[in-house]
């Protein structure tokens, strides 16, 4: 159990343009996703956290603007990139806390690999 | 939360035990020890988890010393799809369960099974 789902797994678009990514808890119910982002060779950063029925919380520097985030379900958030720019090129991750207690481990998505050219 | 130190970089060879180490000298007695692995171009797979027990599942062992200032993820038959980035996560467990905590990864240890 507990699986998360992402797509696309990738996606390619040209600056300027937006691009929403899915992340879906397949079998549970998640109140609150996570959603994180990875440069090659560099390890995974917390962006935001995204809450069902409520505005997402961004982590400092992230521009919310910039990501949306819209958890409109309890299985779905979604994250927007906006007016997308080569410097957005990145590994996005969605997790998601598998039923439980607080102590439940975090599950993830496969991620998805963003390049804008 | 605690700050961990893993190595930066291990090898095994297949078939052995990989003994991962991670100190938590600063760790707090309700914060929790969790391992994560990322395989080249996926996302985090969660392993296992413990507060002060050590735990053993499927995939690993997690040995942590009594003053649980370090722990110890032993994967007991390394194999190569073994080969991937392990990250040792503290983090405080929170009361209220209907709220989420994210997880901060660190730099992890990057674990090469050869053959």
């Known amino acids: 159990g507990a699986v998360v789902s992402q797509h696309p797994s990738w996606v390619i678009c040209k600056s300027g343009t937006s691009v929403k990514i899915e992340c879906r808890s397949l079998?549970?119910?998640?109140?609150?996703m996570f959603w994180y982002r990875q440069f090659p060779k560099q390890s995974l950063m917390l962006m935001a956290t995204?809450?069902?029925?409520?505005?997402?919380?961004?982590e400092q520097g992230v521009e919310k603007d910039k990501f949306l985030i819209n958890h409109a379900s309890l299985t779905l958030s979604t994250l927007t990139v906006t007016s997308a720019h080569p410097e957005d090129s990145s590994f996005y991750i969605c997790?998601?806390?598998?039923?439980?207690?607080?102590?439940?481990?975090?599950?993830f998505g496969n991620g998805t690999r963003l390049t804008v050219t | 939360d605690a700050k961990t130190t893993q190595p930066t970089s291990m090898d095994c060879a297949e078939g052995r035990a990989a003994n991962l180490p991670c100190n938590h000298s600063?760790?707090?007695?309700?914060?929790?020890v969790y391992w994560y692995r990322q395989i080249h171009s996926q996302g985090p797979q969660y392993i296992i988890h413990?507060?002060?027990n050590n735990e053993t599942n499927e995939m690993a062992s997690l040995i942590i010393t009594e003053d649980r200032k370090s722990s110890t993820l032993i994967l007991p038959h390394a194999t190569l799809r073994d080969t991937a980035v392990y990250y040792c996560?503290?983090?405080?467990?929170?009361?209220?369960?209907?709220?989420?905590?994210?997880?901060?990864f660190g730099k992890g240890t990057s674990l090469l099974v050869t053959p």
């Open positions: 995204s809450n069902e029925g409520s505005k997402a919380t961004y």
């Open positions: 996560i503290v983090r405080v467990a929170r009361s209220n369960s209907n709220s989420g905590y994210a997880l901060n």
């Open positions: 600063t760790i707090s007695g309700n914060e929790y």
């Open positions: 413990g507060l002060k």
């Open positions: 997790s998601a806390r598998a039923p439980g207690t607080a102590n439940s481990p975090l599950h």
């Open positions: 079998d549970f119910q998640a109140t609150t």
